[in-house]
């Protein structure tokens, strides 16, 4: 007996790329997620945190949620178990819990969240639960699937949930407590084990892995510490990560230990990343098969710098879909013209940056500019416009305002 896991994490939905709107980007992938459980013969799926991307999402990211969890569900054959990550309100991710669990849908804001045991007409029954743990059957012909599960909290809260708020260890070796007596409880060879967490994880003297570029980060403060690989109790079979978005396995010992990836780039710093879910076969007793599944949906993210105007509206003109960072060599500075022309070439330009090339005898790093205080104060302020600018006077509007910024400090 067997059964199959998707592992999926990161979605954010309601996710803007600056002022770019992700939304249909994820309507697509989602569906894919969908289609991908369903060609794979799915027995359930586990979505790792970061469910929206905002504490208060919207409405539209919200209708996607419920529907994309629905579907998922193959109509309630297959459970559902996702829980809170950093980005997420606890408890509006279980707000919808008695009408979710009818679908097998089990949603988890809390790291001490408790299951109340229910079954479905689909054939999915919760058989045993407790605060952070969840046993599921999804048939007769299927084994116990047993989820020890830890939405996100910071370190103090994790400490309040897990009752050990008084206790001076590291939050890692509390973790470590707490999960072997679930495991050692619950978690025998004559069914599948299985931990879930949204937590940062690390294999012990390991490099760690960098947050994701503008996401919150979770180890500085009001975070938690990392968890390391030697944490996890030694009944789990396979464990799912969500909050960093790349796909890797941090450690095989004592089980494969795998962060899913987000399923779309949201940063550039993911632009050369290829966004996965992970298809897992679980049997009792024996060690995970898992692998990685490709995502294709959602436009590609990229950096390009470019040594001229020119070069630049030629490169847009051949990749009008992509996400682009736009980085341009000058001399002085990017007048109306040259954004204008950049605009109008293609319709993704997430942000252009002028690089000023150095003069002769100038240094990286060093401006030579020098500011004489001896002098007339709007004096000054035009002749570093003009060389910050190329020689451009500064408009009278900013002249005005200015010359107002300065009456209004003289009078302090």
Known sequence: ?????LHTADWHLGKKLDHFSRLEEQKLVMAEICDIADAQNVDVVIV???LFDTFNPPAEAQDLFYKMLFRLTNNGKRAVVAIAGNHDMPERVEAPNPLAEMNGIILCGFPDTEIKPFSTEGGIEVTRSEA????IQMGENKPLLRVIFTPYANELRLKTYLGMEKKESALREILEEK???????YCDSKGVNVLTAHLFFMKKGGEAEAEPEGEKSILHIGGAQPIFSENIPKQ???VALGHLHRYHSIDKIPCPIVYSSSPLSYSFAEADQKKQVVIIDLEPGKAAKYEPIPLTQGRGLTRKEFASIEDAV??????PEVYVEVTIQTDTFLDGTARKQLSQAQNYIVDVIPKIRLKEGETEGIDPFEIDDSRDMNALF???FNYKNGNEAPPEALLQLFKEVISQNSEI
């Open 1 to 5: 007996m067997s059964l199959r896991i």
């Open 179 to 185: 999960w072997r007596e679930l495991a050692d409880k």
């Open 314 to 319: 030629s490169w847009l003109a051949e990749n």
């Open 48 to 50: 790792a945190g970061d």
């Open 382 to 384: 035009v002749e570093f």
């Open 132 to 135: 952070g743990f969840l046993e």
């Open 236 to 238: 789990m079979q396979y």
